[in-house]
């Protein structure tokens, strides 16, 4: 019997492991967690991705919770994407990192919360970002 088995309190798989999808598909087939985890960030971006995706279809194949590891839009979006996904991580709220202060490259922020924590998905085009282009222009590099 694995660990996950013989506790009252639910198992997630660790953040990042070789194996990408194939080793989350081992853990949640095997007993070994109760709730995967899976994230844009954890595999290289949007395009790997679509091995996330493999990921939470998984859990929604196998009615279980699927933790969207990490916030930004890319993630938000994956969230939203999917029904095995309840909470999205907005951020470690470090008490030297404001997440309601977009950064210097956004106009807003991608992901602000209400006061009952509800983070609502974006409407605007594409992930939804509000890039300050004006402020990407002055600092972009012209190379000869």
Not at 39 to 57: E, R, S
Request: hydrophobic residues 40%.
């Amino acid at each position: 019997m694995t660990l996950a088995g013989q506790l009252d309190i639910p198992v997630i798989g660790p953040e990042t492991a070789a194996g990408k999808n194939h080793a989350r598909a081992e853990w949640a087939v095997t007993g070994v967690c109760d709730i995967l985890r899976t994230g844009v960030t954890d595999v290289g971006g949007i395009t790997p991705a679509i091995k996330t995706l493999k990921t939470l279809h998984l859990a929604e194949a196998l009615n279980m919770d699927c933790e969207v590891h990490g916030g930004g839009s890319g993630n938000l979006a994956l969230f939203g994407g999917s029904t095995a996904s309840r909470w999205y991580e907005r951020g470690l709220l470090h008490p030297h990192t404001d997440h309601d202060e977009p950064p210097p490259h956004l106009r807003s922020i991608i992901d602000p919360m209400d006061g009952r924590g509800v983070v609502p998905l974006p409407q605007a085009a594409g992930l939804g970002d509000d890039y300050d282009l004006e402020y990407i222009a002055a600092r972009t590099l012209t190379r000869w």
